[in-house]
């Protein structure tokens, strides 16, 4: 997308508001075919907003051939505290 803040800027506020009120288990599934570099950014946004949200985790969805994006989803678990679960299809 050629304005990917643009884009996440409504989820983020969404996110934030939400982690106000949130419920008592917040799961966050990603499955993506692409991931560029805008987007990774908006990503690891998007989960340090999680990291305020107690009992919150990311499940990373990722096909068995596509290693970059199983290993895009290892970096940017290792940069928040938000807890990652790693599946293939």
Do not use: C, H
Request: net charge negative; hydrophobic share 35%.
């Amino acid at each position: 997308m050629e304005d990917a803040n643009k884009f996440y800027k409504p989820l983020q506020g969404w996110l934030t508001e939400y982690r106000k009120n949130p419920n008592p288990i917040t799961v966050l599934n990603i499955r993506l075919d692409y991931l560029n570099t805008a987007t990774s950014r908006q990503f690891f946004d998007l989960f340090k907003i999680l990291e305020g949200i107690p009992d919150s985790k990311i499940v990373w969805q990722f096909s068995d051939e596509d290693e970059d994006m199983e290993e895009m989803g290892q970096e940017l678990s290792e940069l928040v505290t938000v807890p990652f679960e790693f599946k293939s299809f």
